[in-house]
């Protein structure tokens, strides 16, 4: 069965840095494009970085960029997001989300359950 | 940057029809994606590339992406079916992911 566990959310204060994890199961991780989607308390989607499956290229959100650093380890298959600067702003369930293909032009077809940062 | 607008809600009855509206410059010209989310748990990907349904997916649930607007439509609606509905684009001119701001469908 494929499937996605995030760890590692936690509550911390503004300015603190944090790494989540995502283990894949089922599946090469290193096959798909792979993404960080959050959702602040009671708001809407948002992506916050993805990286390509062939070639381990990223992308950041505008929100993010310099700030947050998205990294694969394919031996252990497992997805990271290091997160730096951690502002209020970036409260939010952290979600990891498997691409359908090795290219970003296709939906988001696994979605972890979601792991809570919450920064004051 | 690329921005998808969603009406913010839709109600109708059990066993009529709802319609989604994803609006976005030019996106005729992109691959539209559709997730539902219940309360409490996780997206689910309902409508792929415009039009196709996923393994799993019920055949109430079409898309439709054409004249400036992307569609989701749902036949015969169920109480089930109450939940929040995205839109989702790749932007290639930024490259980026981006959701529509969601809809959320009130089953009557």
């Known amino acids: 069965e494929v499937q996605l566990l995030e760890s590692g959310g936690d509550s911390l204060q503004s300015g603190g840095s944090l790494r989540l994890s995502c283990a894949a199961s089922?599946?090469?991780?290193?096959?798909?494009?792979m993404n960080w989607v959050r959702q602040a308390p009671g708001k809407g989607l948002e992506w916050v970085s993805g990286?390509?499956?062939?070639?381990?290229?990223?992308y950041y959100a505008d929100s993010v960029k310099g700030r947050f650093t998205i990294s694969r380890d394919d031996s252990k298959n497992t997805l990271y997001l290091h997160m730096n600067d951690l502002r209020g702003e970036d409260t939010a369930l952290y979600y990891c989300?498997?691409?359908?293909?090795?290219?970003?032009?296709?939906?988001?077809?696994?979605w972890g359950q979601g792991t809570t940062v919450t920064v004051s | 940057s690329y921005v998808l607008t969603q009406p913010p809600s839709v109600s109708v009855a059990p066993g009529e029809t709802a319609g989604i509206s994803c609006g976005g410059n030019?996106?005729?010209?992109?691959?539209v994606h559709w997730y539902q989310q219940k309360p409490g748990q996780a997206p689910v990907l309902v409508i792929s590339y415009d039009d196709n349904r996923p393994s799993g997916v019920p055949d109430r649930f079409s898309g439709s992406n054409s004249g400036g607007t992307a569609t989701l439509t749902i036949s015969r609606v169920e109480a089930g079916d109450e939940a929040d509905y995205y839109c989702q684009v790749w932007d290639f001119g930024s490259d980026h992911y981006v959701f529509g701001t969601g809809t959320r469908v009130t089953v009557l």
């Open positions: 989300a498997k691409t359908r293909s090795y290219s970003f032009d296709y939906g988001l077809d696994v």
């Open positions: 030019s996106i005729g010209t992109k691959s």
């Open positions: 990286i390509s499956g062939r070639g381990g290229t990223t």
């Open positions: 089922g599946f090469r991780l290193s096959t798909y494009v």
